[in-house]
């Protein structure tokens, strides 16, 4: 007997039919003897008609209220879940993340869980209840209704198997495990059995859409095993775990891309101490993520600074800094949408010189310019023209025989 | 400077285009230097739409999650109605029943308030923001979301007047105030400017559907004046307090129909004490609403019992009964849906005789049976065959003469 955490994104209680689906394989847990907790987004479609309702009223409508609104999404879900459980004889109650609670802090749009108070949802398992929880959103100090961004629904879950000591945290979604690339690009590319939580990590700042990064640090930090799944075809899907492969590991383990970030040059900077920390305050005070920086040298006094950050939080930085700039004299600030950036990710790095060679060999082979580059630990991490993005992800998987490793 | 709580129906937010109009009328009232309390329904149509989603998936879906559910429709409204203010410069805060926090008892779909916590709102009032409440839901000692059952945002804005001791709750409806009968049906039907609360109880509960009586009957507990005003087209109303006209005050304010209820007839009881009791006492148990209850005198020791209930309960009441019937050893139990209740109300009716002759002798020249008698101090009721339903409310307004008689 088994205490499960299983998340349901969008297109997996997309439609009457596909949350009735969902509700027999629970019940085929349940009558396994696991104990049952579910977190599902809202029905696909549901969050941007209501996106849709607010822009028509307002181009920026207050995140308090944005907040209010599109949790309405997974109460929706969870009463329904609840609803077709019960119709097939599983008891089931559903909770709003007002209700379990999920405290998180004040940030609107973005928040971040502080704490989960499971008492309640403890005793519903223990009187053998399925407890489903509306995914995505939480509740401030202030009481108010707060949702976690993009993926929330994930956080929300690894959260719960965190809070619950949870055996295990699947997440189902509409893809069937974590790939060497997307396979919508890379025909050959192929499901990896097993990834170590840095690895998906690295894997989900870099633009595999599989799961947001917050809930894989979150399961890193609460060392929770993730299983990534179909929940429209059966397979063992890919499982997170803390546990790097003893065998030989191949050196890279995917090959991403992100085509939804922004960049921001500000132009002509006094190259002088404290200048990274005067424009990129403000950014982080505001909350916005910021992904790459790259500060090159400077020559007569001057220096170029470049960052990026998700495509959405450009016109907020944009305005945030036009000020800025101008206060610290630089020449000029640009946004730019038209870029891609391409990683590999890779335990195996760590340990193998020339990767970035092979990397940066392939790329120019093909003519792609490279604009930007960043690295970490297990990733290496470029930006490039956006209209080259899918060929230089099939390049780089080629050029690391990526569909040739076995990495079971 | 006063503090006011107005409430809108689901047409008067049924669109975008409406919510703004609303804001704007609220807008008006914030520059005349007034406090605002809004409460708001769902958009229309969309408490129907979550309810065939809950229908696709169940038949009998618990009403717990039921509530969860279709508390997302006013969730809907609050958000875009603060943002619709907020775009138009005016500072407004939404509030969800559980963040009131409106508190109930814990009868799903049909709960009553029990207490509200105002503190939050009139904090926020003193602050200068317009406050928004969902209308229809409250939080019940078990931390579940509740609904108040149809109408039930009228409640919430009554209960929300009393307890912040408001100068008057304005009810904004698709009609533009109390009639001496429905104007759909009968073409001369005038408004009334005024009607004391008792006439509007009365007059709820026998078919006027302006008003909730639960939300009338909480009105008069608390005597919070009630406006009932049109959002589609500007006028006076009518006003609903506790001051009866001193003038001369007509017999009857107005005539109802109400079609929605169903009869159950329990046939052959043996007539011994207690038995009403045993038949009523099950469907009061479950909460369900009995209206009309006759008891004719029995022969041979048999007597028949008929009560009316809303017509979504009668499937419950039968369920119910069904057992009770068997065990009391009568004859048979009869459920019935094809019948109108004709009322007719006034506080004039006390000091005056021969109303209710008056009544039947209309009724009778038309050909009309009636099935059923009830009587309170101010209103009698009939039921009747429901394919006669207008034409006795045509008939019942014209024998009082109340197109011509003058209120003002």
Redesign the interface.
């Known amino acids: 007997m088994a205490l499960i955490v299983e998340k349901y994104g969008g297109t997996s209680v997309g439609s ?1 039919e596909r ?2 689906a969902v509700a027999d394989v629970v019940a085929q847990s349940v009558r396994n003897g696991d104990k049952m907790v579910i977190v599902v987004s809202a029905m696909s479609g549901e969050t941007n008609r ?1 996106i849709d ?2 822009k ?3 181009s920026r ?2 995140q ?3 907040d ?2 599109v ?2 999404g997974e ?2 879900t ?3 879940l ?3 459980l ?2 097939i004889g599983v008891p089931a ?2 909770y ?1 993340g ?2 379990v609670a999920i405290q998180t802090d004040s940030t609107h749009g973005k928040a971040r869980i502080v704490n989960i108070e499971s008492e ?1 949802v403890l005793a519903d398992l223990n009187t053998g209840s399925v407890v489903i929880i509306a995914g995505f959103q939480g509740v401030s100090s202030e ?3 707060t949702t976690l961004g993009r993926g929330g629904s994930d956080t929300t879950a690894v959260a719960m198997a965190a809070a619950l000591q949870a055996d295990e945290c699947r997440i189902f979604t509409d893809v069937d495990g974590v790939y060497t690339a997307d396979p919508r690009v890379v025909e050959d590319a192929r499901r990896l059995d097993r990834i170590t939580f840095e690895e998906m990590l690295e894997l989900s700042g870099a633009g595999a859409k599989v799961m947001q990064i917050r809930s894989v640090e979150f399961a890193r930090k609460y060392n929770v095993p993730i299983r990534v799944l179909s929940s429209f075809r059966k397979g063992p899907g890919t499982l997170i775990t803390n546990e790097e492969q003893p065998m030989e590991k191949p050196m890279i383990s995917g090959i991403t891309s992100a085509e939804d970030e922004a960049k921001v040059t500000v132009r002509g900077v006094p190259d002088r101490p404290g200048i990274a920390y005067s424009i990129l305050g403000p950014i982080s005070d505001a909350e916005i993520i910021v992904d790459m920086i790259v500060q090159n040298i400077g020559i007569d006094g001057l220096t170029d600074l470049t960052f990026t950050v998700h495509q959405e939080d450009l016109p907020k930085s944009m305005e945030l800094l036009t000020p800025v700039v101008e206060g610290l004299g630089a020449e000029a600030i640009v946004g730019d949408t038209n870029l891609a950036k391409i990683s590999a990710v890779g335990v195996g790095m760590r340990s193998h010189a020339g990767i970035a060679t092979t990397m940066f060999h392939a790329l120019s082979e093909k003519g792609i310019n490279i604009q930007m580059i960043s690295t970490s630990e297990i990733k290496i991490s470029v930006t490039i023209d956006k209209e080259y993005a899918e060929l230089a992800v099939r390049t780089l998987h080629k050029a690391f025989n990526l569909e040739s490793i076995d990495t079971d």
Do not use: D
Request: aromatic fraction near 2%.
């Open positions: 009457i949350i009735n209501l309702l607010a028509a009223i307002s409508p207050m308090r209220e944005m209010v609104l949790s309405t109460q929706v969870i009463a329904l609840a609803m077709a019960q119709e109650r559903s709003t007002f209700q309640h009481n108010n209704i």
